[in-house]
């Protein structure tokens, strides 16, 4: 987009604003599509009260607009209550505001909105009353209400014409200020921002119902005041660019987003009428999208309504932005509309890869292939030759149809930043010792670094350790880990780690080599404590863009240092790991009397069989006694009570059985007592049985 100036027939500001977002994507957070989230909070803020409505006209035209423009189907019966309202309010005579020409315009752009079913008479009425206001005043919102209203009916397919346009059209102007902005009436001290945004909207809907052209000199004039207008626009350091009121009362100030919302659609209302450039710079341009797409969820039903009206309705963005030479990944582009839905038939080419530092990479242009099922612009990144690491990738977006170009536009060149992975191959590793100044080896031992390793090595502090490895791009470049530590470990738990830098200077010493410098124990004892011993070896190297980061154990270490002088540094305690007070503890023994001497196992069966004698001998006296179940009642409650009573007694036996073997004499008692009870009243009804039977065998 260039900044000289930006094309204003039928092509929108605001859509060139808010696509130009694209560009500024890698300064911000990604830009995305209209999300859920979104439509979740607009119906929120929106919530109709309990009796359908959603507050005043104005409230309302934005609720139903802000649902319309997100896709949020609200219930037929709100639809209705909202027509409903805004029909009566265009059938009313009179009006309780303030300002008639304020509800007729909402009531009227809620009809649109809705396509209520009104009459042609009643747009005729409403017409007729808003051309009234129009001569009587000179107020900068009247004005703006009425002839808004106007252009409304007319939208509506009502034949609709203003006359003496100029008029009205010098009226408005006359209110605008040397800096851009509009006063809101001839009365008024202050100018404002907010006020300028409007008068913009109500100029370009003057000209829209003129039934002649207007004149082009006032055209002229109107767009030199857009300049100034945006010469007085803020920003924040991260080139963020909004307006604000500057001097005006309280209840006026509006806040940045409806004040910058009112100059995107005045702008864009006027761009769309006048003919011409609109010389606005595009880096506020720029800074202007940044500012609404940094809104995120607005918190207010106004800033939710200003948010939508200037969103983005074209959006490019990558799925994923991490590729994998390994498993080739394929570059993958969307472009939909802010809400989500397909764009138009386009082309996305690639122009431009830039590497770290901005060094270009390649500027072959590489048209994206169109995916029709799954929506998706993609592209092979084998042939693009780009190594591991991060890039920034250039797109250029052109709409395949040219009627397209006077509703879209793609914001110019899209940045997006991107990051490439790979495995990274890792040989030439080896290690040995050094025992002279000189750096010779006295023995090198090769390392394979793709698995652990055992070697042995011995030194003492006169010696040094050497390491080195290569690591190379899987297109044969050398690589520069971020990260690559060296750590000894101590048998007694001390651990030294050393950091190796990537700086170029050290590369520029071994070539292609990753060189960990020579360890030299004799200037390291101290560090080492004077500890000698066995030391445990063990690398890590790792990058974000290598997929193969390794953690590797290389062996061991026989180091023999001096004794330690008398005040020599003593290693420093171990960490004592928190949560070792929750861990099993020390068993601990007991010490208990030793158990009484005990009678042999034989005598104590042979007492347990003595104990069974008094059951065998009531056995035998049953059997002596000649017992028999001839006088067992045959009528059958008798017989249920005596079966019960004999169950019973065979219950109490058993609870006998279980206070011997597991039950304590409390818990028998317990038992007892209910069996007893139950005993009593079951027995006591089987002998009366038995009783009565006996007494009629007497008498007989």
Known sequence: MAAG?????????????????????????????????????????????????????????????????????????????????????????????????????????????????????????????????????????????????????????????????????????????????WRYDTNSAESSTFAAGIALEALAAVVSLADSEVDTSMIAVVKNDIVKLFDTIKSYDDGTFYFDEKHVDATEYKGPITTSASVVRGVTSFGDVASGKLNIPGEKVLGLAKFFLGIGLPGSAKDCFNQIEAFVPLILSLPSKVFSLTSKDQLKVEVTTVFGSAAPPLRVNLVQVLGSGSKVITTETKELQFDHDNNIHYLDIAPLKIDVGKYSLVFEISLQEPEHETVYATGGRNTETVFVTGLIKVDKAETGISDNDAGTVESVQKIDLQKDASISLSANHLQKLRLSFQLST???????????????????????????????????????????????????????????????????????????????????????????????????????????????????????????????????????????????????????????????????????????????????????????????????????????????????????????????????
């Open 5 to 181: 100036g930006l094309p204003s027939s039928a092509t929108l500001l605001l859509i060139i604003i808010l696509v130009a977002a694209v560009a500024v994507a890698p300064l911000a957070s990604a830009v995305r599509p209209v999300s859920d989230a979104h439509r979740s909070t607009a119906a929120e803020l929106f919530a109709a009260s309990p009796d359908g409505s959603f507050g005043d006209l104005e409230t309302t035209y934005e609720a139903v607009r802000t649902f319309q423009i997100l896709g949020v189907e609200k219930d037929k019966g709100l639809i209705g209550k909202a027509c409903k309202f805004a029909a009566e309010k265009l059938a009313s005579s009179s009006s309780s505001s303030s300002s008639p020409a304020k509800d007729l315009f909402h009531a009227v752009r809620i009809s649109g909105v809705l396509k209520c079913s009104v009459d042609s008479g009643v747009y005729d009425d409403v017409a007729t009353r808003l051309k009234a206001v129009i001569k009587d005043t000179n107020s900068l919102l009247e004005l703006y209400y009425s002839v808004g209203g106007l252009l409304s009916v007319k939208e509506q397919g009502r034949n609709v014409v203003l006359p003496d346009a100029d008029s009205t059209f010098h009226a408005i102007k006359a209110l605008s200020q040397s800096d851009g902005r």
């Open 474 to 700: 899987p297109l044969g470049n050398t690589f520069k880990p971020h990260q690559v530590f060296l750590k000894l470990k101590h048998e007694s738990k001390v651990e030294h780690l050393f950091v190796v830098p990537g700086s170029a200077r050290q590369f520029k010493i071994v070539l292609v080599e990753y060189p960990i410098p020579q360890l030299d124990f004799l200037g390291l004892v101290e560090k080492f404590y004077y500890l000698s011993g066995r030391y445990d070896l063990e690398l890590s190297v790792g990058d974000a863009a290598m997929e193969n980061s390794f953690l590797r154990a290389l062996g061991h270490l026989e180091l023999d240092l001096p004794e330690a002088p008398e005040k020599a540094p003593k290693p420093p305690a171990q960490a004592v790991d928190p949560f070792s007070k929750f861990g099993p503890k020390k068993e601990i023994s007991h010490i208990f009397r030793a158990p009484e001497k005990r009678p042999p196992k034989e005598l104590s069966f042979a007492f347990s069989g003595l104990t069974l004698i008094p059951f065998v001998g009531f056995l035998i006296g049953l059997m002596r006694l000649g017992v028999n179940l001839k006088n067992f009642p045959s009528l059958p409650a008798p017989s249920a009570f005596a079966s019960l009573f004999h169950a019973g007694i065979g219950a109490v036996l058993l609870l006998y059985v279980l206070f011997w073997i597991k039950l304590d004499l409390f818990t028998t008692l317990k038992y007892l007592s209910f069996l007893g009870v139950f005993l009593v009243f079951v027995g006591h009804r089987a002998l009366s049985y038995l009783s009565s039977t006996s007494s009629k065998q007497k008498t007989a």
